[in-house]
């Protein structure tokens, strides 16, 4: 064999002792092979060998395992088993298969017996397993690692990336109770348009021309919908419309967005060190931001106190920027924005708080993850200002449900409410020109 292994003796005992133990299943004989197998592989070349050539090694040692073990496999069995083998050794054992099917979204592991994914919006319960929950927390803490974290009962709680990028949640014992939960929301390899969320349905072509116009014209956004409601996807979406000539800075817990802009600074949080250390917010990364010429601030999300300083960046000469919040309407959004800015601890009048937000965010884009597994966006509002001390918006577009269907889909469609929206001034003054019959009352799209 090549310099990949050790040097390779068969077990002295291994045949007689295969020949009296009693059949294993094919997670205990994987798990098996798996440490007999980084026993005899030389570590140090590994991730400088092709996985083919991996492959064909493995093949020739595990064959050869099997016959100490007097284990009798089909071709098909064994090519399993070998796929299995080098998952655990170069991947993430049992998830892989999951990672690689491209209809899968979300991955959600109840305990080392219990995996779900996420597909097409529904939920169904997979044949995966773990061999026991060691095994599970194993490839957690292979997860983190690679990120510069960790995961045991001194810090139970982690969140991290994988190497394209999918974000993942993780909590083990004491604190999960019957084993260690996870949640891997996958990052799509594929940069989703708008044209294609129009093809999805997600909203019409008229609604996609006029955010178009939105973010070429640098009004302020905040896209606001539950969890998996498909904020990231839509901010990305949008990001294509900015013009390629402008420097923009991304600010993210978990760096998940994908801009198709040349120009762009990509910023990502830092949690605490085992001492309690080190940790850098988002409210830390805003401010720093604004030392770095941006001409446009993306934040994948707020969720505390860099609220308040998203909003100051965006009226103070960074037109265009764009955040996340999750909301399940347009005013709800606005009340959270409110309330996080309650949480930065500085001492300002709500009326204060609600100007601020009233001439720093233009438009509110509502996205919703509904029962039948689809995500839509179901309102665009423009904030017009301020009336004594509450915020007026006025509804643009919006998805009016009508019903189900016999299979259980939502039945409905987007609508135009007749309200010409205040921006279209600043659009024209800018070159962009749209019609106004996209804004006609009754205008709708199934």
């Known amino acids: 064999m090549s310099g990949l292994w050790s040097d390779f003796k068969p077990a002295a005992d291994g045949p007689s002792k295969a020949a009296n133990a009693p059949i294993e299943g094919a997670t205990a004989l994987k798990s098996r092979l798996h440490a007999r197998l980084l026993d005899l592989l030389n570590l140090s070349v590994l991730d400088r060998t092709p996985r083919e050539t991996l492959r064909s090694e493995?093949?020739?040692?595990?064959?050869?395992?099997?016959?100490?073990?007097?284990?009798?496999?089909?071709?098909?069995?064994?090519?399993?088993?070998?796929?299995?083998?080098?998952?655990?050794?170069?991947?993430?054992?049992?998830?892989?298969?999951?990672?690689?099917?491209?209809?899968?979204?979300?991955?959600?592991?109840?305990?080392?017996?219990?995996?779900?994914?996420?597909?097409?919006?529904?939920?169904?319960?997979?044949?995966?397993?773990?061999?026991?929950?060691?095994?599970?927390?194993?490839?957690?803490?292979?997860?983190?690692?690679?990120?510069?974290?960790?995961?045991?009962?001194?810090?139970?709680?982690?969140?991290?990336?994988?190497?394209?990028?999918?974000?993942?949640?993780?909590?083990?014992?004491?604190?999960?109770?019957?084993?260690p939960l996870v949640s891997i929301r996958k990052f799509s390899r594929d940069r989703i348009s708008m044209d294609r969320l129009v093809a999805f349905g997600s909203m019409t072509k008229e609604m996609g021309m006029v955010l178009e116009g939105i973010v070429a014209a640098r009004r302020n956004v905040l896209i606001s919908g539950g969890t998996g409601s498909g904020k990231t996807t839509l901010l990305n979406a949008l990001s294509a419309f900015i013009n390629p000539a402008e420097r923009i800075i991304t600010i993210e817990d978990s760096a998940e967005l994908q801009l198709q802009q040349p120009h762009v600074g990509r910023l990502e949080t830092r949690p605490a060190n085992i001492e309690g250390k080190g940790e850098i917010a988002q409210r830390d990364l805003v401010r720093n931001a604004l030392r770095m010429r941006p001409d446009r601030i993306i934040v994948g999300e707020v969720r505390s106190g860099e609220a308040f300083d998203m909003l100051q960046a965006m009226n103070t000469g960074h037109d265009g920027s764009m955040t996340t919040v999750h909301a399940n309407t347009p005013r709800d959004s606005l009340t959270r924005i409110e309330q996080m800015i309650g949480m930065?601890?500085?001492?300002?009048?709500?009326?204060?708080?609600?100007?601020?937000?009233?001439?720093?965010?233009?438009?509110?884009?509502?996205?919703?993850?509904?029962?039948?597994?689809?995500?839509?966006?179901?309102?665009?509002?423009?904030?017009?200002?301020?009336?004594?001390?509450?915020?007026?918006?006025?509804?643009?577009?919006?998805?009016?449900?009508?019903?189900?269907?016999?299979?259980?889909?939502?039945?409905?469609?987007?609508?135009?409410?007749?309200?010409?929206?205040?921006?279209?001034?600043?659009?024209?003054?800018?070159?962009?020109?749209?019609?106004h019959d996209l804004f006609a009352p009754g205008r709708k799209s199934v």
């Open 58 to 179: 493995i093949r020739d040692a595990v064959v050869q395992l099997l016959t100490e073990e007097k284990r009798l496999l089909s071709p098909y069995q064994t090519d399993r088993l070998i796929d299995d083998v080098l998952d655990e050794i170069l991947g993430l054992g049992p998830l892989e298969p999951l990672l690689r099917d491209e209809t899968v979204n979300d991955i959600l592991i109840n305990s080392h017996t219990t995996v779900y994914v996420e597909r097409k919006g529904k939920l169904e319960r997979t044949d995966v397993q773990f061999q026991d929950t060691r095994h599970l927390v194993r490839i957690i803490n292979k997860i983190v690692s690679a990120v510069g974290r960790r995961v045991d009962e001194s810090s139970p709680m982690v969140d991290a990336r994988l190497a394209d990028g999918s974000r993942i949640n993780a909590i083990i014992p004491p604190l999960a109770v019957d084993g």
């Open 344 to 435: 930065s601890g500085l001492e300002i009048s709500p009326r204060s708080v609600r100007q601020q937000i009233a001439s720093a965010i233009n438009v509110v884009i509502q996205a919703e993850r509904q029962e039948d597994g689809r995500r839509r966006v179901v309102s665009i509002a423009e904030i017009v200002g301020m009336e004594q001390d509450i915020i007026t918006m006025q509804e643009i577009f919006r998805f009016r449900r009508v019903g189900r269907t016999p299979d259980g889909m939502i039945d409905g469609y987007h609508e135009a409410t007749g309200v010409r929206p205040k921006f279209m001034e600043l659009l024209g003054s800018r070159g962009i020109n749209l019609s």
